[in-house]
């Protein structure tokens, strides 16, 4: 996924102060730096100061990027920095009562690398997705419910025998499989095998 032509096509379009660019490289990355947030423990409030300041540091820096597809890992790495900046800087007040503040849990958890990889998955997903047919969209969405739709149900919902439900479910997987992104996606998870 390092050479997403997407992601080189969003920075490149940033570069030239596209605001829909712009939006469209916060919605997608928006959850990789929560994320990381998260696994440093932060405050919701803290989150949220650490994301304010990786986004200026992204427009102060986006023009000296030197490889538009390191987006993803810059966003990491400048994610991670932040939060031990904040972290530190938490440590140097002077605890009330002599308590001290948790240590951020960084060795142990999931891998940054394997986070960043599933984030890019789930934004393939989105984004193909979004381009099935409006009853695809319903269909799939209604199965991966939590708890799922029933078949009885999603036949009443659509309009379509019950029967029918099974058969409409494997097409669009089967058109969600053939969009671009998502061959591409396999294929490269085929190969490191």
Not at 38 to 64: F, K, P, Y
Not at 106 to 120: M, N, P, R, S, Y
Not at 145 to 169: C, E, F, H, K, W
Request: charged share 30%; proline share 6%; net charge neutral.
């Amino acid at each position: 996924m390092r050479d997403d032509a997407t992601v080189v096509a969003l920075v490149e379009q940033a570069r030239t102060g596209d605001k829909a660019a712009w939006d469209r490289i916060v919605e997608r990355y928006a959850p990789l730096v929560w994320s990381i947030c998260q696994r440093h423990r932060l405050s919701d409030a803290d989150a949220e100061d650490v994301g304010a300041n990786v986004w200026l540091r992204l427009v102060e820096r986006l023009e000296t990027l030197r490889e538009p597809a390191a987006l993803p890992g810059w966003l990491v790495t400048t994610t991670r920095n932040e939060c031990l900046v904040l972290l530190r800087g938490k440590q140097k007040q002077v605890p009330v009562e002599h308590e001290r503040l948790p240590e951020p849990d960084i060795g142990t958890g999931i891998d940054l690398d394997e986070a960043l990889v599933a984030q890019e998955r789930h934004v393939v997903l989105r984004t193909a997705f979004a381009e099935l047919s409006e009853k695809c969209r319903r269909l799939l969405s209604m199965l991966f419910d939590d708890p799922p739709t029933s078949y009885t149900d999603i036949a009443a919902q659509l309009g379509m025998p019950i029967g029918g439900v099974g058969p409409n479910r494997m097409r669009c997987l089967e058109q969600l499989r053939r969009r671009p992104v998502v061959a591409a996606l396999l294929a490269q998870t085929a190969g490191r095998r």
